[in-house]
């Protein structure tokens, strides 16, 4: 639709992107007070190092859930939280309860893996994020070998100079560090090598396919082997059946997420998966190629 308006301009008028305008405008505001609110919460979705069949990991994924809007998918309020300032004192919260639950966890004699956290290219760029991560972990008794930081290649091209500093003096501090959603941007494996990471993590949305895309498989073997050469382990995201988890074994990935092993949990149910380690062991049972 076009729709003149009064000084003989004409405006390109699409009622969805005006829809899509509103929607973001209400959640840009709505994020304003969720954390006050308390309409966060954490969930921990569980990795698999897969020569030992065990829980290596967790990974952090916050969940919103608004009073009148429900549930709100990450996938959709973090970019708008990125473009406003909010996504700073989301980061905060994400850290704090993070911490607060390892914390817990570990006083009630749990041995916990690191936790990997997200961070978004603002909280990255932040020039006090090094001394935030430090001034919260020692809040909560932890050293940096609690967490693992998560950014994707975005964030680190954005300012590859500057994300080198950072991440060399995070890696320096004991963190771990891992790429995320890899292949979906515009770096390259060998790229990577100038930078400080530990663990590649490739996108889910090769994962998806990969047993009936060829392009799919071919792009996932790839970036294992450059990974491997790279000295860096590889995780693959989005795993969901037996037969996605045989291809990537034979493959030789390093480690697993996704539906296939479990969803992301509430801190209690990590607490009781950490502690008796049964369900996931049934699991694996089922899938005896990767147990021990
Ligand atoms: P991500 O970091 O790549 O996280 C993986 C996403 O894949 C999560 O979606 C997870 O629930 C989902 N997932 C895991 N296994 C499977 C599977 O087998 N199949 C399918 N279809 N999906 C699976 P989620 O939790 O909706 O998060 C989406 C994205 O939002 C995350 O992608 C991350 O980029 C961002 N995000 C989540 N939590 C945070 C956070 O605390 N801070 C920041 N900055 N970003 C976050
Ligand atoms: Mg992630
Ligand atoms: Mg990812
Ligand atoms: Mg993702």
Redesign the pocket.
Same mark, same amino acid.
């Given at each position: 639709h076009v729709k003149k308006n009064g000084k003989a301009k004409y405006q390109l008028y699409d009622p969805q992107m005006s829809e899509r305008l509103k929607e973001k405008t209400s959640i840009e505001l709505a994020l304003e007070s969720s954390a006050q609110n308390g309409e966060f919460d954490l969930y921990y979705?569980p990795v698999i190092d897969i020569v030992s069949g065990s829980i290596c990991g967790f !990974?952090?994924?916050?969940r919103w859930r608004h009073p009148s809007m429900g549930l709100i998918?990450?996938?959709k309020f973090?970019p708008i939280a990125e473009q406003s300032s909010s996504?700073v004192a989301?980061?905060r919260w994400?850290l704090h309860r993070a911490c607060s639950d390892i914390r817990s966890a570990l006083d009630a004699g749990v041995q916990m893996p690191p936790i990997a956290?997200?961070?978004?290219g603002k909280?990255f760029s932040q020039i006090n994020l090094v001394d935030d991560l430090m001034t919260i972990l020692a809040e909560y008794q932890l050293a940096p070998k609690n967490l693992s930081i !998560?950014i994707?290649e975005g964030v680190l091209m954005t300012d590859p100079i500057a994300s080198k500093n950072t991440l060399g003096k995070l890696r320096d501090l004991g963190f771990s560090l891992a790429l995320?959603?890899f292949g979906t941007g515009y770096s390259s494996l060998s790229y990577l090598k100038n930078f400080s990471f530990d663990k590649v993590k490739i996108d889910?949305s090769f994962v998806r396919e990969l047993l009936v895309n060829s392009s799919d498989a071919a792009i996932v073997k790839a970036i294992i082997n450059m990974g491997h050469n790279l000295g860096l382990r590889v995780l693959a995201?989005?795993?969901?059946t037996e037969a996605q988890c045989v291809f990537l074994r034979d493959q030789l990935v390093d480690e697993i997420?996704?539906?296939?092993f479990s969803r992301?949990l509430e801190r209690e149910q990590m607490r009781q998966l950490l502690h008796d380690n049964r369900r996931l062991e049934s699991h694996l049972i089922r899938f005896p190629h990767i147990s021990k």
């Open positions: 979705q !990974e952090a994924l916050i998918s990450p996938e973090i996504i989301i980061g994400v956290i997200n961070l978004s909280q !998560e994707t995320d959603d889910q995201e989005g795993v969901e997420q996704g539906y296939y992301p």
